[in-house]
């Protein structure tokens, strides 16, 4: 496997423009003649389905909810970033590069983290061209609020549900090129395999949700935009349907996976309530801006938290960091929320909890005020949790929320193997060890609608795109695997739910690849793993025929991949001995506790490459070289 | 706390269908109503039986994939909610739950509490978008919105296209779904130049998909889980009627 990042040359804040300026063309008359397969339909998938059919390729989407608008972009709350510095703040292209690659310890590459800065800006201005109806003042100006890890406010939101309104944006933009004839949306619709011809990406394999009718598609380039594999965790705040089969397929032809360990667990989510639950809801990072972060100063204080007088209460993030306080970065307020719950200090029923508290808001600037930004989080959280925010503080704990690992890509988002790009956060590119909050958005925008449009041509300029034999031998092939794993699953009719496994693999990983790790933890994980995965396949229950709507099935084949994806995840935790951003090492740590990077031995990405079923996989690396920025202990004291 | 079931089973869209009685045992206050099927699911399929098919994903009532009908309410009967945020301590110890999927001509069964809402796909693909080419935008702050029309458009943005409009509407009608979209882009400067093209366009599919008229019961409102308003039908009936009584011409006179 050859990793060649193809950074463009030139000074940081030449390269995107250099790049364009000299990229390939395909003509306009050519580009219908090119279709294009796009694997989910987020910012990422939507935006790029949208803008390659402005382009007049001809688009083919797919995805398994039974309407594009449903991604799980749509759960996105707080906030998107742009470098617009609207509040004259000091905030510059610079400054946001900076802060991201810094928020994500530095262990992603400047390249394209700086073309991601650059481009905050266009995104927000194409997303008011598209309607999104963002915050503003009474003076008809954007608004803006802060997020962690900045000391600017630049960060653009629309109520709460800011995903949901960027993610309506793109896929109204999509519905205009359905409209013309560009784009053509399979809803309900799961790629199952990757359609891998002379080493090269041409087309998928999918299976029909409703009648279970397996087919395939050819195209001169796939996209894989399918988001994350939180939910490996089985608890996490990702959709019941977000999966990582598409990712772990694709591994499987033969793209490297990038830093698979480096997963996001959320400061801000509600608390588990029982073990019957399916999911975690977050509670979005904004509310950082007016909440108090803390727990009692006394472990084992039981009192409600209007009877701990203030002196008795530690606001634990004020009191180690105080220049950035509540609004450290996401892995720096989840560990330590761990840690004064390790302590013995957490709170609520399960004592994994911390309080966020806006008391003190509410009396600065009044209970409308607070409404008015967080309204509808604060209801849900009365929804769930049946206790008013406005009178009691909100119980919080972390949750897994995002994976800053995903399949490898070079500059211009294409994966190891020729054809296949990956956008958004199923690529590993953009946040290094951590990412920042509201940055998830501004990437799978950034990515779907102005990356790609200029990278892709490249690729379809300098290619020849023969057209695909669909009854070559390389298609049957796939076509027959695909199959034969959903008659497998099938036939095993066994004892116990997939569910049940799922369930038992998520403990497993939150308990030992989760905020903190350890050699020994991992050694151990893996084991548990392999045993639990052996009696999956020897006694799991699918019930139902393949040919017909069956959402066991589906989680099935989902859960399947997890085990191998977990086991790989935990590999890459255990290879990695260093602390840096969400992947903390018990084993590296400094005095005080924080995580201590090891940048001689492991300034790099891991790149992991399959060499076959039960064959360790091949570790590679990608070195980082930083130009412009000075790798330093992060700090937020 | 005990709880009887009644679910509508169907295999598919050819199977004639029919309610099944399920009786639960050991529900918790704290499960929401879905975490309670998964529960039910779960010893369904021990028992070598299918599970209670349904649509869901976010389970955070944003995405807009869950619905059904309990005891003859869309999302059941709190209100401003969907069945993933519905939780169980707002029943009661030995209720009977009657549970069924959106019945409207234009839905058509899919599998048990699934339907197909393709039908408000076509209506959007329609025309329920502002011909933005990626590229063209001016800078973020040239054009000014008041904060009121911003909010406003806000408020009908929220639509999340669950359906419940339509499940609840004796008419079937999709007016609020279409209005919402009408009243969202036409309270922007931005959505101003398709506005009566919009108008015209998703009306002409809504009607040609089998959704019904509206007669003004205002279900569709009541059981909005985002409290969408019919404000936005009369905005879409506006935009249509003008679009209708006086669009299409040529305003150069030629």
Redesign the interface.
């Known amino acids: 496997m050859k990793l060649d990042a193809k950074i463009p040359s030139g000074a940081l804040a030449d390269k995107w423009t250099d790049y364009k300026a000299h990229t390939k063309l395909v003509s306009p008359a050519n580009k219908r003649k090119h279709t294009i397969l796009i694997v989910g339909t987020g910012l990422a998938g939507g935006g790029a389905a949208?803008?390659l059919g402005?382009l007049g390729y001809k688009v083919k989407a797919f995805c398994y909810?039974?309407?594009?608008?449903?991604a799980?972009s749509?759960?996105a709350q707080g906030g998107i970033n742009a470098a617009?510095n609207?509040q004259n703040d000091g905030d510059t292209v610079f400054r946001l590069f900076y802060d991201t690659i810094k928020g994500g310890d530095f262990r992603a590459r400047e390249a394209n983290t700086y073309r991601l800065a650059e481009i905050s800006n266009?995104i927000?201005?194409?997303?008011?061209?598209?309607?999104v109806?963002?915050?503003?003042?009474?003076?008809?100006?954007?608004a803006n609020r802060t997020f962690g890890g900045a000391q600017v406010s630049r960060t653009f939101y629309?109520?709460g549900?800011t995903g949901?309104?960027l993610l309506?944006g793109a896929?109204?933009?999509l519905?205009?090129q359905?409209?013309a004839g560009n784009v053509e949306?399979l809803?309900r619709t799961e790629m199952l395999d990757l359609i891998v011809i002379d080493g090269i990406a041409r087309g998928i394999v999918v299976r029909d949700m409703?009648s279970g009718e397996v087919s395939s598609h050819f195209g001169d380039a796939v996209l894989l935009c399918t988001g994350g594999y939180s939910n490996v965790f089985f608890l996490s705040t990702s959709?019941?349907?977000c999966n990582g089969s598409a990712l772990w397929r694709a591994y499987k032809r033969g793209a490297g996976f990038a830093n698979p360990s480096f997963t996001q667990i959320h400061p801000t989510a509600i608390p588990q309530?029982?073990d019957?639950?399916?999911?975690l809801?977050?509670m979005s990072e904004s509310l950082r801006n007016d909440g108090r972060v803390w727990v009692p100063k006394k472990a084992g204080d039981d009192r409600p938290p209007a009877q701990i007088p203030e002196d008795e209460r530690d606001y634990y993030l004020e009191r180690i960091y105080p220049s950035f306080g509540n609004m450290v970065p996401r892995d720096v307020a989840s560990r330590n929320a761990k840690n004064v719950c390790d302590e013995g200090r957490g709170i609520g029923k399960t004592k994994r909890g911390v309080y966020l508290d806006f008391a003190a808001a509410i009396e600065r600037l009044g209970k409308d005020v607070i409404k008015d930004r967080y309204g509808n989080l604060f209801?849900?959280y009365e929804?769930?949790n049946?206790e008013n925010p406005y009178e009691t503080p909100m119980m919080i704990y972390p949750a897994p929320h995002y994976t800053m690992g995903g399949l490898w890509v070079d500059y211009d988002l294409m994966s190891t193997i020729p054809g296949l790009f990956v956008l958004g956060e199923a690529n590993f590119s953009d946040h290094g060890a951590n990412r920042l909050g509201a940055s998830a958005l501004m990437q799978g925008l950034a990515d779907g609608?102005?990356v790609i449009?200029n990278t892709l041509g490249a690729y379809i300029a300098e290619g020849k795109h023969p057209d695909v034999d669909p009854s070559c031998d390389a298609v049957r092939e796939v076509e027959q695997s695909a199959k034969a794993l959903n008659e497998k699953l099938l036939s095993i009719n066994g004892?116990r739910?997939v569910?049940?496994f799922h369930r038992a693999m998520g403990m497993i990983m939150l308990d030992k690849c989760g905020m903190a790790r350890s050699e020994e933890g991992l050694n151990e994980a893996i084991e548990k793993i392999r045993e639990l995965r052996k009696e999956f396949w020897a006694d799991v229950?699918v019930?139902?025929i393949g040919e017909?709507?069956n959402?066991?099935l589906e989680k099935a084949g989902r859960v399947a991949d997890y085990f191998d994806l977990a086991e790989l995840m935990c590999i890459d935790a255990r290879e990695r001995n260093e602390s840096c951003g969400g992947h903390f090492r018990e084993e590296y740590k400094t005095d005080e506790g924080e995580a201590k990077r090891d940048d001689e031995n492991f300034r790099h990405v891991s790149v992991w490459e399959f060499m076959g079923e039960g064959q360790a996989p091949k570790a590679h690396k990608e070195e980082l070289e930083f130009e412009y920025v000075e790798l330093t202990q992060r700090s937020y004291k | 706390m005990k709880l009887t079931l009644e679910i509508w089973r169907q295999k598919n869209a050819d199977d004639k269908g029919h309610f099944e009685t399920y009786e639960l045992d050991d529900v918790s206050t704290h499960m929401s109503f879905l975490e309670m099927l998964d529960v039910l699911n779960q010893d369904l399929i021990k028992n070598g039986e299918e599970p209670v098919a349904f649509d869901h994903d976010c389970r955070e009532a944003i995405c807009g994939t869950c619905g059904f009908v309990i005891n003859g309410v869309a999302h059941g009967h709190m209100k401003r909610n969907t069945v993933c945020q519905l939780h169980m301590r707002n029943f009661k110890d030995g209720d009977h739950l009657v549970l069924e999927p959106w019945r409207a001509k234009a839905f058509p069964l899919v599998r048990d509490l699934i339907v197909d809402r393709s039908a408000f796909e076509r209506i959007q693909r329609a025309g329920g978008f502002i011909s933005a080419r990626t590229g063209s935008a001016p800078d973020a702050n040239s054009i000014l919105i008041p904060k009121p029309e911003a909010e406003a458009a806000m408020d009908f943005a929220e639509c999340i296209g669950c359906g419940a409009c339509v499940a609840s509407c004796p008419n079937g009608a999709a007016m609020l779904f279409v209005g919402a979209r009408i009243a969202h882009l036409g309270f922007l400067p931005q959505g101003q130049p398709e506005r009566e093209e919009r108008a015209r366009a998703m009306v002409s599919v809504m009607e040609h998909e089998g959704f019904g008229a509206c007669t003004n019961f205002t279900s569709c409102e009541a059981t909005c889980p985002k409290g969408i308003s019919i404000v936005g039908i009369a905005k879409m009936n506006k935009d249509y009627s003008q679009a209708k009584l006086f669009g299409g011409g040529k305003l150069g006179g030629k």
């Open positions: 949208a803008a402005e909810q039974d309407s594009a608008r449903r799980h749509i759960a617009k609207y266009e927000i201005d194409h997303c008011v061209a598209q309607g109806p963002f915050a503003r003042e009474y003076s008809g100006y954007l629309a109520r549900q949901q309104q309506l896929y109204n933009s519905n205009a359905v409209n949306i809803e409703v959709a019941k349907g309530a029982g019957f639950q399916s999911k809801t977050l209801e849900m929804m769930i049946d609608f102005f449009p004892s739910t569910d049940y229950k019930p139902g017909s709507l959402q066991e």
